[in-house]
């Protein structure tokens, strides 16, 4: 039944921005960190009479940065406009966004395959893409734009002297925010999840926001359609005739379900020989369901114009070549220097670049040129090196220390390793009972007793010989 | 007697024949504060016995501050003066109620805002308060500047003190029948599509309606986002100098502000202006034009001429659609600006709305809406462009040109707050603001039945400077501006 029909998702991600200030007044942006609602507030960011926006230069650039590092063209003339709508936590009756002329359009995103499991994924891609430079088969996710816009206040439902009642907060409202659309390209929960893996990374990288899914400084939208195999598009503008979006996704793995949901449920409904509605819905993670919020008849008409307070934006072809040159090595091309320079493999490499500050951190400690990087990077993956408390030069003190052959002698070892296995009965019966886990348990016991300076290698040796 | 004696008696003269402290200039008043000639104390004073016998016929505040705290004020002003106090040090002054001011009421004339106190003060009102000038009342207007008469409003129609069966025109109506009857010294006001020019001509006052961006809008209340503009209003061209030397400059609170560097405005008034080329666009002296309001601009330009200024007929052609781009742009925007007073803040709901406030928004938003957005927001913008190309070719031609503020004298109360289209097109001189342009409205004549009527020079973005040098030389051989309406006589 699935390969009848493609599912066709498309993925509108908002960003809070960690500037210091909000996007149009000079409050505070910490909406997290106060200690009571209400306090980072001025006329601005309340909306009251007579006040104006001015925009935040940071928040500007970081999104320019953003579009940049998603292989955006930045536009050379771009505008805000007013998005008007009503909504209690909406202070001025609009949004400043940008609709028809963003900050950045058309890009990409390349991101590794969803067809399998990853490992056996690279052999059978392999096979696939010969001739490719890379073993990978990574798939490109087309970018349709990167705009930014401020964040509304925030609603908190509430009883007070048993009236329920509706609070607002503005200790939010005008936090920049980025929004990032992307084509409707993504066929699977799956590549719909290494997509906003990939695109989390890269923001962290960039160092624009923390991105907390909980928090809610990144917030997710799918828009789902399914096409049916009879109608297959020839082109790539043929698409569904009707549209769902889902809100209210707090985490990747929610994302991933509620897509999967949703297709089932769109089969389910094509299958019966009807459309689904175009609609809004929620995900309740209670039930695993997706709930309709929205129909297409209450569609809103934002009556977009260009936003009058704030003259339009010009860049020269200079000022991209600076933002360009601020934006840090991305994890891709860390992944490639990598395997190219050090000789790590692809496995360690992707690991070693997860967060920025490890592969940071990794680069200063191969950089003294006294460990092998390959080492460095077992180090670091296996013994979860807490790269907050050990500095690079220390963790190569470290290293130098251990990796000088064993400081304690052979007749030692014995002594230490038979001590163990008096001492620890049970697990000695586990493991020749069968049990693997129960050896690793005695080498830990061994290394424990020698201050970690027996060999491990040896030590597993002699103790299985010894209780074979 | 001591000739040093003469001279003080010579230059109490002007005083002593007009009996009041505020017929005189801006200047005369300020040197005669630093020389002790009187105090803050005594101009204040004569203000509010004004106020107290005259205002009650005019309607001209919304908010009138306490008497004795004014007093006070002024007082300690005294105390304090030094010589090098800015110009405006001790003088009273009023603002129109759009600006926000910290501890008065903000209303903006309508009801929605009741009893609205702002948290902060708008940049020029605070720039004015820190010159040391002395708020001594807010001024009824239209509501959130939506009219050309003062009578759209929650707190009744501003009167015309040269006929207070009249209206004083709007929507800073308020600012000009106050200093028309000398209830202060200057005033602030703000000029969307001729706000300041059109109460000033019909009260016959001196109102200047600066270039887009050369004050900061911060904390004035929008009526077009896009057009508004805060701009002086006195007596005289010479007074706006002044004033607007200490409201102009860029606002980093106000990113449409300008950064451009703010010249000495009274530098070059006595400048002569023979050699100046005024431009008359032949569109403005044709069809609907007061043949009184007519002729009296003809005088005025003989006059210019008398000082050596060529007059040039030259050609506005788009003249017309006019009025057409500026509501559509203007109402558009002020749908959106007025979005915020949902009910959900300020205390009042919607149903506060006059009828024609509720009319711009409605217009706006429809003119906004998907699927009329082209043919009436974005045509407007395309006609706004073409606007802008069109007055900058007419003033390639010319140094400034001039033209009526008004197609008519000030009309009977009623007359357009009834008439909604005629309330529109009687904004056909002044609604040139898409294009950002400055003009100064003065005084140039009265008609028959003793009614002001005024004229004015449009110049070319950020020439303020000239058009108060233009303006100044013409009030140096004229005294239309110096008449006061008899109802302060009595």
């Given amino acids: ?468 | 007697m001591p000739r040093k004696h003469i001279k003080a008696i010579l230059k109490l003269m002007p005083y002593l024949k007009n009996k009041m402290l505020i017929d005189k200039s801006l200047t005369e008043l300020a040197s005669g504060l630093i020389n002790k000639e009187f105090s803050s104390e005594e101009i204040v004073k004569e203000c509010f016995d004004k106020i107290e016998k005259i205002n009650s016929k005019l309607n001209a505040f919304t908010t009138v501050l306490d008497k004795d705290e004014v007093i006070k004020k002024a007082r300690e002003k005294d105390n304090k003066r030094t010589e090098n106090n800015n110009s405006l040090y001790g003088l009273p002054f009023i603002i129109k109620d759009s600006y926000n001011t910290r501890g008065f009421p903000t209303t903006v004339a309508s009801n929605v805002l009741k009893n609205y106190i702002s948290p902060y003060d708008a940049t020029v009102y605070s720039r004015i308060l820190n010159a040391g000038a002395i708020l001594i009342a807010k001024t009824n207007m239209d509501a959130w500047g939506h009219g050309a008469s003062s009578e759209n409003n929650d707190y009744g129609p501003v009167r015309n003190p040269w006929d207070t069966s009249r209206v004083a025109g709007g929507s800073s109506g308020g600012n000009a029948a106050a200093i028309s009857s000398r209830m202060t010294t200057f005033g602030i006001g703000e000029d969307t599509g001729g706000s300041i020019r059109n109460p000033s001509s019909w009260c016959n006052i001196t109102g200047l309606k600066v270039t887009y961006g050369r004050t900061s809008r911060y904390g004035c209340v929008p009526y077009v986002s896009s057009f508004d503009t805060m701009g002086p209003m006195a007596k005289s061209a010479e007074d706006c100098a002044l004033i607007l030397q200490t409201m102009a400059g860029q606002d980093p609170l106000d990113a449409t502000s300008s950064p451009k560097a703010v010249p000495d405005y009274s530098k070059n008034l006595q400048n002569r202006i023979s050699g100046l080329v005024l431009g008359m666009p032949k569109e403005c002296y044709a069809k609907g034009l007061d043949p009184e309001i007519k002729s009296s601009i003809e005088k005025a330009a003989e006059q210019f001429q008398q000082l050596g200024v060529k007059i040039k007929e030259i050609s506005i052609p788009l003249l017309d659609y006019g009025v057409a781009v500026y509501y559509l742009i203007g109402t558009s925007e002020t749908s959106s600006n007025l979005a915020r007073y949902d009910a959900v803040r300020y205390g009042q709901d919607r149903s506060n709305f006059t009828k024609e406030t509720i009319r711009r928004i409605m217009l706006g938003t429809y003119a906004l809406s998907a699927g009329y957005y082209d043919a009436y927001y974005r045509k407007a913008q395309k006609g706004r462009t073409l606007f802008i190309k069109e007055y900058n070719k007419a003033l390639s031609e010319c140094d400034a040109i001039l033209m009526p503020v008004e197609p008519m004298v000030a009309t009977k109360i009623g007359e357009l707050i009834n008439d909604p289209i005629q309330n529109m097109l009687a904004d056909i001189y002044t609604c040139q603001t898409p294009t950002g342009l400055p003009s100064l409205a003065l005084p140039c004549g009265f008609n028959q039945s003793g009614m002001p009527i005024g004229m004015q020079l449009i110049g070319k973005m950020f020439t303020e400077e000239k058009l108060l040098n233009i303006g100044h030389q013409y009030q140096q051989m004229t005294d239309w501006h110096k008449r006061k309406p008899p109802l302060i006589e009595k």
């Fill in chain 1, 1 to 468: 039944m699935v390969n009848k029909y493609i599912p066709i998702i498309g993925l509108e991600i908002h960003v809070e921005l960690k500037t210091v200030s909000k996007m149009f007044c000079g409050c505070k942006n910490d909406p997290f960190g106060a200690q009571q609602p209400n306090i980072y507030t001025c006329p601005v960011c309340l909306g009251l009479p007579g006040a104006l926006p001015v925009p935040n230069r940071k928040a500007v650039e970081w999104c320019l940065k953003m579009g940049l590092a998603l292989n955006c063209q930045i536009p050379l003339f771009s505008k805000f406009d007013r998005k008007n709508y009503f909504y209690p936590d909406l202070p001025k009756g609009y949004q400043i966004s940008q609709y028809d002329q963003p900050f950045a359009v058309k890009g990409s995103l390349v991101i590794p395959s969803a067809v399998e499991g990853s490992l056996r994924l690279n052999r059978s891609s392999n096979k696939l893409r010969d001739s490719s430079a890379s073993p990978q088969n990574d798939e490109s996710i087309g970018i349709t734009r990167v705009h930014l816009e401020e964040d509304t206040g925030k609603l908190l439902h509430a009883e007070i002297a048993g009236k329920k009642v509706t609070l607002i907060d503005f200790n939010r409202s005008g936090v920049p925010l980025i929004e990032i659309v992307t084509e409707p390209e993504i066929r699977s929960s799956e590549q719909a999840r290494n997509f906003l893996k990939k695109l989390h990374q890269i923001i962290r990288y960039l160092g624009i926001s923390d991105a907390d899914m909980e928090k809610g400084s990144m917030r997710l939208e799918p828009n789902i359609s399914v096409l049916s195999n009879d109608q297959r598009p020839t082109t790539k503008d043929q698409l569904p005739p009707y549209k769902v979006e889902i809100k209210n996704i707090n985490s990747f793995s929610f994302a991933k379900k509620a897509i999967d949901y949703e297709i089932d449920r769109q089969i389910e409904i094509l299958e019966s020989g009807k459309i689904p509605l175009q609609e809004t819905r929620g995900w309740d993670e209670k039930k695993q369901i997706t709930f309709s919020q929205r129909s297409k008849e209450e569609a809103q008409d934002y009556r977009y114009f260009p936003e009058p307070d704030i003259p339009p934006i010009r860049w020269t072809p200079e000022d991209i070549k600076r933002l360009k040159n601020l934006i840090p090595e991305l994890p891709d091309k860390k992944v490639d220097r990598f395997i190219k320079d050090y000789q790590l493999s692809k496995e360690d490499s992707l690991r070693i670049t997860e967060k920025k500050e490890i592969a940071d951190y990794f680069d200063q400690v191969v950089k003294f040129k006294k460990i092998p990087p390959k080492t460095v990077a077992n180090w670091i993956i296996n013994k979860k090196v807490d790269i907050a408390k050990v500095s690079p030069q220390d963790l190569i003190k470290l290293i130098s220390a251990k990796t000088q052959t064993a400081v304690i002698s052979e007749k030692e070892l014995e002594v230490v390793i038979d001590k163990v296995i008096t001492a620890n009965p049970k697990p000695v019966a586990d493991y020749q009972s069968g049990k693997q886990t129960a050896l690793m348990f005695l080498v830990g016991q061994v290394m424990r007793h020698t201050q970690g300076q027996a060999n491990p290698h040896t030590t597993r040796q002699i103790l299985k010989k010894k209780i074979k």
